[in-house]
């Protein structure tokens, strides 16, 4: 027996040993293609329908800056230089648009191919291009020209990831480029989630458990203008959407008039903060023509800037966090299921059915689509989904970017050629989902705040909860018209921000949400910017990178109230740090980390027991619940699965003691020496390459930094996890836009400007990103060539 066992023994060690060997010449091939698959940015190359020659000058950080004769010239460069540094990207978002990541990754894409397929992304998009305006058209047309002259060129290597994979570059169409809107609507509209999840919890908590959860923002909140489902089975539903929509969507903006501003002119910032990634999202780009000027933030796979100025105009987005989703329970007809009840009668259903390709299978996946007068079906999403309704019923989407006349492309091609206020308030009129906050500010003084957005009427009830389909009770009755959304021009106060906080008080007549964010960090830019009587970009741009947290301010005196005595010198020298702290979430300093940690497992001791498994979708820091359970709520601080009865006190105590245990195991018994940048580290990864050994830790970009959940600086950690510290969402894109001036205008991404992860522009902006440096956009083509890392020529 003992030689068997060595005999299997060898076997085993030599398997371990062709293993290695394999994943290091798997590795070092894929090694070999990236170093060999970096663009080169000088030179010539062809775009058959340009009118005539464009210069394309990438400056120190390899941005290009485009100078053509006409615009339509310059969007087809844009479009080539965002396939040349980004097109694995763009190949990525099309295919999770289009439900066809099976047939790139495998199995692995059938959560997000079935969802898609059913919300009917890709066909709303081929919907979208039909209904274009004519110059809206144009744009995206010779935009797609572009894209297709770099994957046609003799002078185009595929891109690494798609060499990797055995896949060649497909044409890009206009729905391609249509359908980011689509997908940015998802990306930032996510009620519904929430409506799925005060269901579920509705079995295990009573109605003011419930609203504890979510206890809406106290009345001196800044304000930017002043049964019928089983819902245990609920968590079928969640595990059939896809886990980017379950991520966070932030920002900040803030634009102060020409009488509060050192030049004599309006200064506007702007920060939305995403998930990361790597690449990141934002493209830089500046665009010089006889008729269009103007520079910004791009999201490659479209032809306008999402952020950025003309030569009249400076914008920014927030989100605005709107309830502009329902989830509708559909009943069907008894005597013939293919049929749903109505108000009056019966309605068939809408039918289609997709098919998926998997890649490395036969036979692709079938998805049998219903649709009914309020949406798509979402339980038929899975098989499991579909436990979701009782028997003889269905669960609905109403959504409104999944109406096929949406028109927010207009929107933003209006948007960046908008001249006047009158012009912007044209192309707002179009721009349909998803609601957002948009601050501008014009050359001639005007700044205004506008939240566009098809935003339900509902006859009934205020959208938390999944309501009947067939009552017509809680039907929507139309839109609220575009002259009624919140919007204001030129306060007399001379200042206007928002940071996702509640836009307009309780005497607003419609309903834009019930559960407002919390508005710690529209606070803090309120007192900041009212703080100065005259501000400058510099002023912005310290306020952009500020990391004071309003939040450990108000919440830290109450957890230090609560807590009892030290638990030996390690512990004391701990809470004698947070006794003397400021709430800054410095890197540099370990207050930050305790204090997060703290307040991490107070969350699980608070809610967890009653939460359960519910518990990692509610997530996150909730310092207004945390706040409202210590001090009216008590009943929350026991823990309902041991026999005594916990009170506040030895809750709190028991959270600080297994965070001081925690991070003890981590990072030893000093408290002095944990550091917030210890294990607060900024992370982007690759989407594909970190999934191979080796190459997923070697392209990563890491980066320790400042900031928390509630800071100005967002470095949001994440939750419930291994590393519940690890910086996963922030502002990756950060712009101040001087109407005194627009080429002084600052701007700065968080990784870098290529996709190609052996480029030297992959990650050379993340240090300065980190460190609160921008860059400008400006000069003349000399000007650009003194600092240039290439220049191409592109010709008809």
């Known amino acids: 027996m003992r030689k068997i066992g060595r005999y299997f023994g060898y076997i085993l060690a030599g398997l371990a040993g062709l293993a290695v060997v394999i994943v290091l010449v798997v590795a070092a091939g894929s090694a070999i293609i990236l170093e060999t698959s970096v663009p080169d940015y000088s030179g010539e190359d062809r775009i058959p329908q340009l009118g005539g020659s464009v210069t394309v000058i990438r400056d120190g950080n390899a941005i290009p800056h485009i100078f053509a004769d006409t615009a339509l010239d310059a969007y087809r460069a844009l479009g080539y230089l965002h396939a040349q540094d980004r097109f694995f990207q763009m190949e990525m978002a099309r295919r999770i648009g289009t439900g066809q990541l099976s047939e790139l990754i495998g199995g692995a894409g059938l959560r997000t191919d079935r969802f898609m397929r059913t919300l009917g992304i890709g066909r709303l998009a081929d919907a979208a ?4 305006a004519p110059a809206t058209r144009a744009a995206t047309e010779a935009y797609t020209e572009g894209v297709n002259a770099w994957i046609e060129s003799p002078n185009t290597g595929r891109p690494p990831e798609l060499i990797l994979l055995g896949e060649q570059p497909r044409p890009w169409r206009l729905a391609d480029s249509a359908m980011w809107g689509r997908l940015m609507a998802l990306l930032l509209s996510g009620n519904w989630t929430d409506e799925l999840l005060r269901a ?22 800044p304000t930017t203008l002043a049964g019928l489902i089983d819902p245990s089975d609920l968590a079928a539903i969640d595990k059939a959407i896809p886990e980017f929509l379950f991520q966070a969507s932030a920002s900040n903006q803030w634009v102060v008039n020409g009488d509060r501003s050192a030049t004599g002119k309006p200064l506007l910032a702007n920060d939305p903060h995403l998930g990361f990634m790597a690449p990141g999202m934002w493209y830089l780009a500046r665009i010089v023509t006889p008729e269009f000027t103007g520079a910004g933030a791009t999201l490659p796979g479209q032809p306008f800037f999402a952020v950025g100025h003309n030569s009249h105009l400076a914008w920014g987005f927030t989100t605005t966090h709107a309830d502009t989703q329902d989830l509708f329970i559909e009943r069907l007809n008894p005597d013939d299921s293919e049929q749903y009840l109505v108000p009056g009668g019966t309605l068939p259903f809408e039918t289609r059915r997709e098919e998926i390709a998997v890649r490395l299978r036969s036979e692709p996946e079938i998805v049998n689509v219903r649709t009914t007068r309020h949406g798509p079906v979402i339980s038929d999403i899975s098989p499991s989904a579909a436990t979701v309704a009782p028997a003889g019923h269905v669960l609905a989407l109403a959504f409104p970017a999944l109406r096929p006349d949406d028109r927010t492309a207009d929107a933003l091609y209006g948007i960046n050629r908008a001249k006047t206020r009158g012009e912007l308030m044209t192309a707002l009129a179009q721009f349909h ?9 014009f050359t001639n003084g005007d700044i205004g705040f506008v939240a566009p957005a098809r935003v339900p009427l509902r006859k009934n009830g205020d959208g938390r909860t999944p309501v009947a389909g067939w009552t017509g009770d809680h039907d929507w009755q139309g839109f609220i018209p575009f ?11 001379g200042q206007i921000a928002n940071a996702n906080n509640r836009v307009v008080d309780g005497d607003y007549p419609h309903l834009i949400t019930p559960d407002w964010p919390e508005g710690y960090r529209a606070a803090r830019i309120s007192t900041l910017l009212e703080g100065k009587a005259q501000h400058d970009s510099d002023s912005f741009t310290a ?3 500020d990391i004071v947290s309003p939040a450990a301010q108000a919440l830290l005196p109450l957890l230090l109230k609560h807590l009892g005595p030290a638990d030996g010198p390690n512990s004391q020298t701990a809470i004698d740090l947070l006794r003397g702290w400021d709430g800054a979430m410095d890197r540099a300093r370990p207050q930050p980390l305790i204090f997060t940690a703290w307040l991490q497992n107070l969350g699980d001791q608070l809610y967890g027991d009653e939460l359960g498994p519910h518990a990692p979708r509610y997530g996150g820091i909730r310092p207004r619940v945390l706040q409202r359970m210590l001090n009216d709520r008590r009943q929350w601080c026991d823990d309902i699965d041991t026999p005594q009865t916990e009170d506040c006190g030895a809750t709190v ?4 003691a297994i965070a001081m245990e925690d991070m003890s195991e981590r990072l030893g018994d000093d408290p002095t020496a944990w550091l917030w940048g210890d294990l607060h580290v900024a992370r982007f990864e690759h989407p594909v390459l970190r999934r191979i050994p080796i190459l997923g830790d070697l392209f990563a ?28 969402h922030g502002a990756g894109l950060r712009t101040v836009f001087d109407l005194s001036d627009l080429d002084k205008s600052r701007l700065m991404i968080a990784t870098g400007q290529s996709g190609h992860v052996r480029s030297p522009f992959f990650a050379d902006t993340t240090v300065e990103w980190r460190d609160g440096r921008y860059l400008v ?4 083509p000399a000007a650009v060539r003194a600092r240039t890392t290439g220049e191409l020529t592109l010709i008809p």
Do not use: C
């Open 701 to 728: 970009v890491a980066v320790a930094t400042s900031g928390g959940d509630f800071t100005i600086n967002r470095g949001t950690p994440r939750s419930r996890d291994k590393s519940p510290f690890t910086h996963v």
């Open 543 to 545: 306020l952009q990178n």
């Open 653 to 656: 105590t028991t959270a600080f």
């Open 200 to 221: 579920q919890l509705a079995v295990r908590l009573d109605s003011q458990q419930v609203d504890d959860l979510w206890p809406g923002e106290p009345g001196d909140t």
């Open 129 to 132: 291009v039909a209904n274009m």
């Open 777 to 780: 956009l400006n000069g003349d």
């Open 433 to 441: 989902s998803p609601m957002q906050n948009m601050v501008f500010a």
């Open 483 to 493: 002259t009624a959304l919140p919007q204001r021009h030129n306060p007399s106060n």
